[in-house]
């Protein structure tokens, strides 16, 4: 579904991704991990193109992503969740998911079901349909966050930290939506996650980052019962 081929990346003159690659398949939780600042959000950022590629392959189904605005991106099925998030404050819960619904020009009947679909997801959203964004918990303006990537029904979704910050009740809720999302709609999810056990758990396969590159591959279970590598390359154990 996703496919990224030695992807290289610069800050400035700062080479900040160096021959990144990465597949995500349809229907697959894939988490990327690593210590801060080693490039996991920078490869997210590069894939939307909000940041430009120096060079490297990028594909989504066949389609090729170099070179193209955020916006293209977005429109060929790709939605992203930002780690801070960038709720509309402003605007109430129903405004801020049909944003981009709007943008696709969808007419109402389908908008309806678009939004009754991300309801099922997150019924405290319901609730919460007419209350401004900014009045939400942080728990709830996360929901809001992937439900908005959701709803204009992505074929990928890039996840950067969803659970920072959030008590452990909001994280099992996020957590089994996540789960959700791809057995039932297929979905493929990138996902980047300090909380790693909760990451491991939840995907198939992983991949360590250190220092702008890729420096392992492999099933999540089997990661997870290798504590050599976590210490190595997370620092924990």
């Known amino acids: ?124 959203l319901a609730e919460r349909r007419r209350q401004a964004g900014g009045t939400l918990s942080g728990g709830e303006q996360q929901m809001l966050a992937i439900a908005r990537a959701v709803a204009p029904c992505p074929r990928v979704l890039l996840i950067d930290e969803p659970t920072e910050g959030l008590a452990p009740a909001v994280v099992g809720e996020l957590e089994q939506a996540i789960r959700r999302l791809t057995a039932a709609e297929g979905i493929g999810i990138l996902l980047v996650e300090q909380n790693f056990r909760l990451a491991l758990r939840m995907s198939q396969r992983a991949y360590l980052m250190e220092k702008g590159a890729i420096r392992h591959e492999g099933p999540a279970a089997e990661l997870l019962a290798t504590p050599g590598l976590l210490r190595q390359y997370l620092g924990v154990a």
């Open 1 to 124: 579904m996703l496919e990224v081929v030695d992807l290289h990346a610069f800050y400035g003159k700062s080479h900040v991704l160096q021959g990144v690659s990465i597949r995500v398949e349809a229907g697959e939780i894939v988490t990327l991990l690593g210590r801060n600042g080693v490039g996991k959000s920078t490869t997210l950022k590069a894939i939307m193109g909000l940041l430009s590629a120096r060079s490297g392959s990028l594909r989504l189904a066949g389609h090729d992503l170099a070179g193209l605005a955020t916006h293209e991106i977005a429109r060929l099925g790709v939605g992203y969740v930002p780690e801070d998030r960038r709720i509309f404050t402003d605007l109430t819960v129903l405004e801020n998911l049909r944003i981009g619904m709007e943008v696709l020009g969808w007419d109402s009947p389908r908008q309806a079901a678009a939004l009754d679909e991300a309801y099922a997801y997150f019924p405290r």
